[in-house]
Structures are given as C-alpha cells and as structure tokens.
DNA sequence: TCATTTTATGTAGTCAACTACATAATTTTA
DNA sequence: TAAAATTATGTAGTTGACTACATAAAATGA
C-alpha cells in the first residue's frame, strides 16, 4: 500500500478509516454483481435476507430490524419493488401499513444470490484467518458506542487531566 | 443494545456495520466539537494534521496523501478557509497550483484542538484494551482490499465449488 | 517551437445515508 | 366519544464522499 497520512494518524484516523473501508467493499460489490450479470445493488442482501426469514414485513419493521432511517428503509425496497423483487400490499388491519413480502422473482433468484453471498462469507474468513477476534471487537466497538459515546469519553478524558 | 438484524448476518453485513459505525462516530465527534463551542468540523483535522506536519501543500498533493479525491479536499479546504483556519495562495512557479498554509487563528487554536485529539485517542484506546489487535487487523483488512478486491476474491471462491 | 500530452484545479451531477417536516390513520385518554 | 397523542409512510432537503467532465497551465517531444 502507498503512503497513506491517515494510517500514520492511529486511532485520531479510525473513523476515516472504516469509512473508506466499507466504501471500497460496497464498490466492489457493485462490480462484481455487474461482472456476474446480477440485478442487485449491494445492499439489497439486508431486504432479501429479513424476508427470507419473516416472511412479511412493512417499512418501519424494516428500518427497526436493520437500525436504518425509515426513508432509507422507502429507498431501498422501492427500487426493489421495480426491479420486481419485491410484491407491495396494504395491511388488512391497518391502513397505513405498506407490507412488503419476496416475489417469485425474488424466490427463483435467491438460491442464485445466495451462492454468491455465501461465496462472499467464505473469501472473508480466509482473509481473517483463523481465531479471529475482529468481529467480536467490532461488536464491542458498537456495544460501546451505543451505550456511551464518543463525544462522552472523549469530554470524560479532557476533563481527568 | 437492542437487537439487530445486520449483526445476526455476520460477516455478510460487515461493510454495513462497519459504515454505521463510522458515522455513529463523526455523529458524535460534530456533537463534541458544537459542546465543547469549537467552530469546526469532524474531518478537518485531517488537514490539520497535515499542514502542521508539511507547512504548505497543494490541492492534490492534499488529496494524494490522504487517499481523498481532489474534490473533496476543495471542499474541505474552502471550508476550512472561509472559517478563517486556512490561507491560501498561487504557487510561485506553477500558477495552476494554490497552495495552503495554516492561518494565524489556526496555529493559535491548535494547541486546544490537539487537547481535544489526544483526549479522543486516550478514550479509544482504553476502549480496546490492552494488546488489541483490532488496528492491526483493520491494517491487513485495507492491504487486502488494496490489493485483490472483494470482488476478484467471491468470484474465486465461487469457482472452486 | 508548436502540437500533444499530462497535470492541477474547478464544476456539475450522483449516491446512499441522514434529519426535519407533512399527512393520514390509529390509539389513548379525559 | 371527541380531542390529543402516537404511529406509519411519504417528501424535501442536507451531507460528504464519489466520478466525469471542463479549463487552463506546464511539460514533453517530433
């Protein structure tokens, strides 16, 4: 890798960091749905994968399970929905509620998506090797930030000295 | 924290967390800044940092070290500029260039804003612990996606089936 | 030396997340 | 049971990164 100022800042540069990180790996997910000849956009896998697994849900249950915005929640499966993917339909009890469920689209392509998905978890855990802790300090970096934030620790820090 | 969807996906949903993560954490630093009444923003320390480090610098040599694109660094310059932290100027011998330089204001707020720094840095690291390895990790996460991206390495996975 | 290529900055438009506000439907409560 | 509060979706506008294109200056080379 090239000089890179940023890797030389430590953790002042983490924010920066895992941003451009997960830039990249959306990127290149991009490219290889279009290298495959897939449809998809890549964060699709999140609608797919909570449909698969509960059947019905409506936006705001969506943005709930996933900790997305509900507008984001609109975006994402609206494009969905065009690309035929997804079927709409107005709940029973409940008018206001739009409850989204997998067309046969989706159910013909998953097993296809899947493949890919699955090939995707593979080459991850090969690149963390073995006995990897990342994933679990990624999740106390949540747990942390969530319960106590950066702005608290840091005002915490400035004020010990 | 309350559950998550993205989280039970495991590695698939790594670049999610991974950007949610990031902008928990400039959500939180702007936060910081506008508390403790510091008239800047998340991502100016970067060039900050830089200009401290090298005096004067270029848009694009700017946007070459930090791995930014030139754009960005305008952006975040003029900014910078209009808030008074930044002086610029034609290049002596090549007038395409403009050149930056740390403004008066800049060099006397400094001090402060690396109190601030070093204060999230102190935060962080007690946050990891002892003998983490997560930076490290991260390190070899970016070579690897430098060098043979996600792309390249599912579509490899996918053919050894 | 002048035509071509490269480099530096600037501008326009895109993208995917967000917040804030608007509207309509449902639920709660006085 | 009617008014008030809450909830669900939708819309508009913001943000900070990006790519693609435009323009001007400098460097290269026939």
Redesign the pocket.
């Known amino acids: 890798m090239q000089y890179d100022f940023v890797n030389e800042l430590g953790y002042l540069g983490l924010a ?1 960091r895992l ?2 990180l997960s ?1 990249a790996m ?1 990127h290149s997910g991009r490219q290889m749905y279009k290298t495959l000849g897939k449809d998809i ?3 699709w896998f999140l609608i797919f994968k909570l449909l698969k697994k509960y059947d019905q849900l ?4 969506m943005a709930s399970k996933l ?6 929640v ?3 499966a609206t494009k969905m929905e065009k690309a035929g993917y997804l079927n709409a339909s107005a ?1 029973k ?7 989204y469920t997998l067309s046969q689209k989706a159910l013909d392509n998953l097993p296809g998506f899947e493949a890919i998905w699955d090939a995707g978890i593979e080459g991850t855990k090969k690149l963390f090797g073995e006995g990897s802790t990342f994933m679990d300090q990624l999740e106390s970096l949540e747990i942390l930030y969530s319960q106590k934030d950066f702005k608290t620790r840091t005002i915490n820090e400035l004020s010990n000295e």
Not at 67 to 72: D, K, L, M, R
């Open positions: 920066v941003k451009r830039e959306v956009e890549p964060n409506s936006v705001t249950e900790h997305f915005s509900h507008p984001s609109i975006t994402m709940d009890n409940d008018s206001r509620k739009k409850n």
